[in-house]
């Protein structure tokens, strides 16, 4: 991920926006409405419903107080790139029903951690043991801590198929920075340090080898 990410929040001058997800300016205006489309007739005003416009991308993102209405599909991160794309579906998903059912959210994205959990060569039968597969592998033992309290794993952990995992949103919401973070650290990371490796000099590379072998 380049930079942090921003959730869009009522007023704000800059966030990451809904629908391009680009850092920028915002543009904020009070929704109106009239009886006659050119916007003449008779007037309505209902100072809860906003509507603010991205400096990028030009769409509109509608508000009501605080919450955003539409698009639905907000408030989280974009998937890590390097996510496989059924993961980054399961992702995409999930945040598109954030707003109407955080436990689904929530479910969502447990599917996903498992296939993670298989695709980065665990089992992708137990959780548990997937996930202490993946410390071991070098996952910040945190990330294990973090989706204890969560329960997603652990002794406390929900059973697929019975859906309690958690119920409010912002917990949910942490749940996508926990996927992305799990990609970041297992899949992100060892490609960069790999193409940085590769892009060295290739007599240095032999100094190194030497080195190494001499030791
Ligand atoms: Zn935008």
Same mark, same amino acid.
């Given at each position: 991920?380049k930079g942090?990410?921003i959730?869009?929040?009522?007023?704000?001058e800059a966030?990451?926006c809904v629908?391009?997800h680009v850092?920028t300016?915002?543009?904020w205006?009070?929704?109106?409405?009239?009886?006659?489309?050119d916007?003449?007739?008779d007037?309505t005003?209902?100072?809860?419903?906003?509507?603010?416009?991205?400096?990028?991308?030009?769409?509109?993102?509608?508000w009501?107080g605080?919450s =955003?209405?539409?698009p639905?599909?907000m408030? *989280?991160?974009p998937?890590?790139?390097d %996510?496989? #794309? !059924?993961?980054?579906?399961?992702?995409e998903e999930a945040?598109?029903?954030?707003?109407?059912?955080?436990r689904?959210?929530?479910?969502?994205l447990?599917?996903?951690?498992q296939k993670?959990c298989?695709?980065?060569?665990q089992s992708g039968k137990?959780?548990n043991?997937d996930?202490?597969g993946?410390v071991a592998?070098?996952l910040p033992?945190?990330v294990?801590e973090?989706l204890d309290? =969560?329960?997603v794993?652990g002794n406390?952990? *929900?059973?697929?198929?019975?859906?309690? %995992?958690? #119920? !409010?949103?912002?917990?949910?919401?942490?749940?996508?920075?926990?996927?992305n973070?799990?990609?970041q650290?297992m899949?992100?990371e060892?490609?960069?340090?790999?193409?940085?490796?590769r892009?060295?000099p290739?007599?240095?590379l032999?100094?190194?080898?030497d080195?190494?072998g001499?030791q």
């Amino acid at each position: 991920m380049k930079g942090k990410y921003i959730a869009p929040f009522l007023d704000g001058e800059a966030f990451n926006c809904v629908s391009c997800h680009v850092y920028t300016k915002q543009n904020w205006y009070y929704l109106r409405g009239s009886s006659g489309p050119d916007g003449y007739g008779d007037q309505t005003n209902d100072p809860r419903f906003r509507i603010s416009y991205c400096e990028h991308c030009r769409f509109p993102t509608i508000w009501y107080g605080e919450s =955003v209405i539409f698009p639905l599909n907000m408030s *989280v991160e974009p998937p890590n790139d390097d %996510l496989p #794309d !059924d993961i980054k579906r399961d992702y995409e998903e999930a945040s598109s029903i954030l707003n109407l059912s955080p436990r689904g959210t929530a479910a969502l994205l447990r599917l996903g951690i498992q296939k993670l959990c298989a695709h980065l060569g665990q089992s992708g039968k137990n959780i548990n043991t997937d996930i202490k597969g993946l410390v071991a592998a070098g996952l910040p033992p945190r990330v294990q801590e973090a989706l204890d309290s =969560v329960r997603v794993i652990g002794n406390d952990a *929900v059973h697929p198929g019975k859906i309690d %995992l958690m #119920d !409010d949103r912002s917990t949910a919401s942490q749940l996508f920075r926990l996927v992305n973070f799990i990609a970041q650290k297992m899949i992100t990371e060892p490609r960069e340090i790999d193409e940085i490796y590769r892009n060295l000099p290739a007599e240095k590379l032999q100094g190194i080898k030497d080195r190494d072998g001499n030791q």
